[in-house]
């Protein structure tokens, strides 16, 4: 009988190490996904435009090339989930987004190709690109953004933030409108929204109002503007704990607090100042190149305006960028360089892409003509371009190893955004925080880096 | 065939009917047994290791020892995740109490009762994210259904979800609601196996209803109870689905983030699977040794009818 029991046990184990050799087998054999010599996949995101727009420039990449796209797309929040799921589960998808924050760790973990000579063998002008949307893709094995790197992905787009308002409420008011050159001071601004913030309907309650911004988004701007940043050059130490990043982040919290130029806490989380924004009721509010399709559809007209500047006089902004990759298991490498390739510097896809009003032209040569076009809104496209040329930066956490020193910041300040507690206390006390997750992620770079 | 070749052969007929029955049982017991040894045993050895190395999920893993563990004792975000997991099991004792309320009357013949059982039992079917969508709507501090109904009798509802203090009630009586019919379906049968005799007993022994409630429908259902009360504390332990669609960023302060939840943060935003794992291990242990205990005190009160 014990033999019998023993016999089931090394039956039941072969089988599982079948099944484990079976497992194995597979992620030797590299990429396992249905990728046979003429089809890709490819996964990304966005909206119900971006949808439309991007799958509309694959089915020429089809017509012109003969290699069908199989296309996995997702919602915004669900992408880096269901990436990494893929990843783990060996169905890499042959081209895909990436974002700038992972681009290390996939280089690292063997996941995305370097597409440097297949690139160049492709004649893409890269000059022709924004260059801070090449280099956000060029990784050297320890810095990430810089000219000289190995290039791992093509820039989708490149995402100026900028401010914009709305000119019909503006225009109302007898308010002149922003100068196109010149931006606001923090005072000048509020002045404005002071006089914007009423209640036009005298129902006794305030129903127009100056701005609501949400500080994950716009606290960036201020802070540059104000002569501050999260860290110093080479991302090693956290600077938050500075009078000019606690005046930046005091100023939002007093907006909704002291100048009431926003609707109250409570209100924005009802009804989100976004929504708000679009039926007409705020006043100034920030616009990416991605929101345009939308807003043009509302029955107010808007227009672009320089980020409003804090002590250094100069504007400043983020610009977000999400990069097209290649798996480094593709089947199919030279196709896969093509199609990620056509998607970002092709001439006549990206006129499709910018006509259906999700991005700004990604190439150079193209750029002057969509900012010369004043007829289709926003008339000042310009702004756009001089943030992406000028007063853009990236995003603190764009190209550290992990973001979760970047998240820090955000997780407890409810208290300063409601009045409780000052800016300058709550960044005392969150500096600390934010410099063990960052020294955690420098470390984790570092050792990534050493096991290539 | 004679009788003496029949002696000869039974035997070995005897034993082959028993060597193929045998090899028959040995694959019945492989199937399971391979698929605890790939699906659990496996996956549970794989995590143990991993929650000792340094692992982004992608890459080389490297041992780092106890390290994650180390970092747990002082990583505040966990403690208020597990303190919040443990503040959502407060949903549990409510749910018991109001279901085996609500068993009672459903076992009474009231008018539309089928209809009754029909409406507490939809939550139950109905997907989780759907229901965790609607909800947070019906949570909208100006214009949500909560604050709507509460209006109507004079109090000023709280913007639920965006509270610190209120989004961890809110989304308790959301579980509460969406898990009544289920407990409230096992009472019932469990009522209903009552013995009648023992009612008619305590009634000609002239006892009260509420005691014959303490006395005899409580002890009787007790099984249930402890089934509920165990599978409540494992699932409760595990709540995500809900609270990542309500508060995708863990609600104002983390105040709303479960254990899971930071979990999945800490494996898929910030691909610190190590440190994840080690995180989900120590989850899985607490909750064994809750069940554990549960299982002991059971053993210790249970109801036995001689």
Redesign the interface.
């Known amino acids: 009988m014990q033999k019998k029991q023993a016999a089931a046990i090394i039956v039941a184990l072969g089988l599982t190490a079948g099944g484990l050799a079976g497992c194995a087998d597979q992620t030797a054999g590299g990429d396992s996904s249905t990728t046979g010599a003429d089809t890709l996949t490819y996964m990304f995101r966005g909206s119900e435009d971006e949808k439309a727009a991007y799958q509309a420039a694959i089915d020429q990449f089809t017509a012109d090339t003969g290699v069908t796209v199989d296309v996995i797309v997702t919602d915004a929040d669900q992408y880096a989930t269901k990436l990494q799921a893929a990843i783990a589960g060996n169905q890499v998808p042959d081209v895909f987004y990436v974002e700038q924050g992972s681009l290390q760790s996939y280089v690292n973990s063997g996941v995305l190709m370097d597409i440097t000579d297949k690139v160049e063998e492709l004649d893409v002008d890269l000059s022709n690109i924004w260059q801070y949307g090449v280099d956000s893709y060029r990784y050297d094995g320890t810095l990430q953004g810089t000219p000289d790197g190995r290039l791992y992905g093509l820039p989708k787009d490149v995402g100026p933030f900028a401010m914009g308002y709305n000119k019909t409420m503006l225009e109302a008011a007898g308010i002149p409108l922003p100068d196109q050159d010149k931006p606001y001071t923090w005072d000048e601004w509020t002045s404005v929204m002071k006089q914007l913030t009423k209640d036009t309907d005298s129902d006794g309650a305030i129903d127009q109002w100056g701005t609501g911004l949400n500080v994950s988004w716009n606290i960036q701007g201020l802070a540059w503007s104000n002569g501050a940043d999260w860290t110093n050059a080479d991302k090693t130490e956290v600077t938050v704990d500075t009078p000019e990043m606690a005046q930046a982040l005091q100023y939002i919290a007093d907006m909704t607090n002291i100048d009431k130029v926003t609707p109250s806490s409570s209100e924005a989380a009802t009804l989100d100042t976004y929504q708000r924004w679009m039926a007409g009721d705020i006043g100034f509010f920030p616009i990416g190149p991605w929101d345009v399709s939308t807003y043009n559809k509302l029955d107010f007209d808007y227009d672009l305006m320089p980020f409003p500047a804090g002590s250094t006089g100069k504007p400043a902004t983020w610009i977000g960028s999400l990069g097209i990759g290649v798996s480094q298991t593709t089947g199919n490498p030279d196709a896969a360089v093509k199609l990620a390739a056509y998607l970002s510097s092709d001439a006549d896809c990206m006129k499709q892409l910018v006509a259906a009003g999700i991005q700004i032209p990604s190439l150079l040569d193209q750029a002057e003509t969509y900012a010369a076009d004043t007829a289709a809104k926003p008339a000042n496209k310009q702004e756009f371009l001089d943030i992406v040329e000028d007063y853009g930066r990236a995003m603190p956490a764009a190209y550290t190893y992990s973001p979760a020193w970047y998240d820090e910041f955000f997780t407890n300040i409810q208290p300063v955004l409601d009045g409780t507690q000052t800016a300058a206390d709550y960044l005392k006390e969150v500096q600390p925080r934010m410099q063990d997750l960052l020294d955690q992620a420098n470390a984790d770079a570092k050792e990534a880096a050493g096991g290539q | 065939m004679t009788t003496a070749t029949k002696s000869r052969v039974q035997p070995r007929r005897h034993s082959q009917l028993y060597r193929s029955e045998?090899r028959w049982a040995?694959l019945f017991?492989?199937a399971p047994?391979?698929g605890f040894?790939?699906f659990t045993a496996?996956p549970l050895c794989f995590a143990l290791y991993a929650s000792l190395t340094?692992w982004?999920?992608?890459?080389?893993m490297?041992f780092i020892g106890v390290s994650n563990y180390i970092g747990l004792l002082g990583n505040a975000?966990f403690h208020k995740a597990l303190l919040n997991t443990l503040f959502y099991m407060i949903g549990i004792p409510i749910g018991l109490i109001l279901s085996l309320l609500l068993a009672m009357a459903m076992n009474r013949k009231i008018r539309g009762r089928t209809i009754l059982r029909t409406v507490y039992y939809i939550p139950v079917i109905s997907s989780l994210a759907a229901i965790a969508i609607l909800w947070q709507w019906a949570y909208?501090?100006?214009?949500?259904l909560v604050n709507q109904a509460l209006d109507l009798i004079g109090i000023q509802g709280p913007?639920w979800l965006?509270s610190?203090t209120w989004a961890k009630p809110g989304i308790i009586i959301m579980a509460v609601w969406k898990g009544l019919g289920y407990s409230m379906l096992l009472y019932l049968a469990a009522i209903q196996s009552v013995p009648k005799s023992l009612y008619e007993a305590a009634t000609l022994d002239g006892a009260s209803g509420s005691r014959q409630f303490t006395a005899i429908t409580i002890p009787m259902v007790q099984p249930v109870t402890f089934f509920l009360i165990v599978t409540n504390i494992i699932g409760g332990a595990q709540i995500f689905t809900e609270i990542n669609i309500m508060t995708?960023t863990?609600g104002?302060?983390?105040s709303t983030a479960s254990a899971v939840w930071l979990i999945w943060r800490e494996a898929?935003?910030?691909?610190?699977m190590g440190s994840a794992t080690a995180m989900a291990i120590v989850l899985g242990l607490i909750v064994m040794i809750v069940t554990l205990i549960q299982f002991r005190l059971n053993r210790n009160s249970s109801f036995v009818l001689d």
């Open positions: 045998n040995l017991v492989a047994v391979m040894l790939l496996y340094n982004n999920g992608l890459g080389r490297k975000n909208n501090g100006d214009f949500g913007n965006q610190t995708p863990g104002p302060e983390l898929f935003r910030y691909q610190k």
